[in-house]
Every structure is written in structure tokens, then in C-alpha cells.
């Protein structure tokens, strides 16, 4: 029997609904929220009932019954580190959404919309490989510092999905594979996935592995401390910098790379030495989880938004293809991703985990 899914991920001016029938695709739409509606809440978690409104109108107008929905699944959020899989929304899970245990941010909502409306009509809530996914092997997690342990927060829905995607394609399981995943974006990650668990992971968000177009990524640690305490900037001004400010941002003004290679197509020898040290530093990281991986590398995955340029993916590709074959799969379709993160506990692939027992 097919089951019919209703996917939430909130963004922070937008929330995106996707309803599936199995992994197929029947409706999609983004409800932007305006500046000045966002504007009234004081908190992310004070929108909930504004978002909830807002779906369940947009369902009214389109003539769908919520109780036709066999199950909901929302954007994991800010919880604590936890392995990878598709999570009950339970008491636990929620609280921890609400208080934000690592932060808070517009997807902490979709776990907590999803078991709301899931309750309301009877059927099971779930989110799906959250941002803090933590399966980092004990080695990985020690930097040189004791006070500064190295953490997981990366791209996990998208890099455990096409890790997936590209394991059905050969026939193969996930849990069989070494693969090594590459996600470019706004920020950018690369993951080691030894049979099916990511041991470690290069992330770009609090400075590790290669900048991106808004993030500084790894830092020349001495250069770094004398500029925080050179005066110049304030510890928050810093942040910023490093995050939101770095990487494209910080040398050519834009977070846009379709933007720099327009600049590049331009003659703008800048901005051609910026992507060329793009490429250089995530082909860098790519071949330090091959070690990590001992050299047993079934296949490199290439994916998000600049997955779209066909000169980033073939520079990288030039440079890593001697460790494994490289496959390329633009964009990232989140939406999908949580419903087959569903759809795989509904039809008995895999059970469904409990937050309380991590």
C-alpha cells in the first residue's frame, strides 16, 4: 500500500511543504514569510503556531484533507549529537527542539510542526538525519586542544541521501560501501561514509576543512588568535567573519559562484584564483578521508548547489579520480530526502529510532 507524506522544512523567511506518495513528488510549494511577519515574534520558537496556520491554510485552499496524510515528517533541528536514521518526534525530541540544545534555528520548528499535526490526526511524526548527526570515530573527534574537541555538524540529510541513491544505483547497500561525500554549498562538507556511518567529516560552519562562498572554513590558528586580539574586531564581528562573512564573501563581495564565474569569464584574475583555491582546498579534503578510509574507496559523490557547475566538478574531479570514480548528483533535494527517510520506517526497511535512548 502506498503511503502519503506531508514534508515541513522551515527555513527562516520560507517554509517548504512537499506532499509524496511514496518517493513521488505530487506538490511542492515554498510559503515565503515577509520581513515584517517574522519581525513580530521574539523567538524562532514563537512562530510555530503562525507556520502551522500558514500550512494548514495552504492545504485548505488546495482542497487537501490533513487527514489524508499517512504521515509527517519534518526538518531535523539544532538536538544534541545523534547517529544518523529517521527519529520518532517524541516528548524528549521536542523539549530539546524547543529549548534548542545547540542553538536555535527555523528547522528546530519542523519536528515540532510535524508531531503537532501528527497527533492532531492520528498518524506518526518524524524528522531525518538532523544537521547534528554524530558518528565521528573516537580519533576524529580529538583537534590538539582538549578544550576544543572537533564536532559533526554538517550536510547529513543530503550526504547520507545520495550516499543512498547512489548505492541503490549500483545495486549495492549503503551499509556495504566506503564512499566518500562532497557537499557544495553555501557552506561546504566532506565526509568519510565507512559502511554507512560517517567517521569523520570536514565541515565549513566553525572552521574546519576548505573556506566556501560565505565561510572562512580552517584558519592559520596563529594568524587567527592575533587577529582576535589585535583589536580590530569585536569577538561577535569575528564570528561573522568567519561565518556568513568568509570564504567568496571575504575576497570578491559575493556568496554567489555562478556570480564569480561570470567574473571569471569576465578576465577577473581574482576571482579566477579564488575558485581555483576552492577546488584546491576541497580536493585537499577529499584526499585526507581517502586516508582516513585506508584507500578503500568504492566512490566519490559530488552533490549540492554548485554540484550545477560543470567546471568546479571537473577540476575537482581531475584531481581526486586516482583514489576512486567520481559521481556527480547537482543539487539537493531535501524534501525527498525526509520522505524517503519516512517511507523507509512506514514499509519496514529499517525501525525508526528513540531519542530518549541515544
Known sequence: MSVKSLII?????STKLGIFTDETLEMDETLRHSTEEIAQYDSIIAQKDFRKKIILDFLADKNIDVKSFDVIVGRGGMLKPIPGGTYTVT?????????????????????ILAR???????????????VVVDELCDAARLSGLPEIPRVSVFHALNQKAVCRRYAAEVGRKYEELNLIGVHLGGGVSVAAHEKGRVIDVFNALDGDGAFSPERAGALPVGGLIRLC????????EMMKRAVGGGGFNAYLNTNDAREVMKMIDEGNQDAKLMMDAFVFQLSKNVGSMAAVLAGRVDQIIITGGIAHNQWVTD?????????APVTVYPGEDELLALAQGALRVMNGEEQAKIYEEI
Not at 9 to 13: A, E, F, Q, V, Y
Not at 315 to 323: C, G, M, Y
Open 9 to 13: 522544512n522551515p527555513g527562516s523567511t
Open 91 to 111: 516528548d524528549a525530541l521536542e523539549h530539546d527542539l524547543t529549548i534548542g540544545v545547540q542553538g536555535q534555528h527555523a528547522s528546530n520548528l519542523g519536528g
Open 116 to 130: 503537532e499535526i501528527g497527533d492532531e490526526i492520528g498518524v506518526p511524526s518524524y524528522i531525518v538525519d538532523p
Open 229 to 236: 586580539f589585535s583589536g580590530k574586531v569585536t569577538e561577535k
Open 315 to 323: 577540476e575537482i574531479t581531475k584531481r581526486v579520480s586516482f583514489i
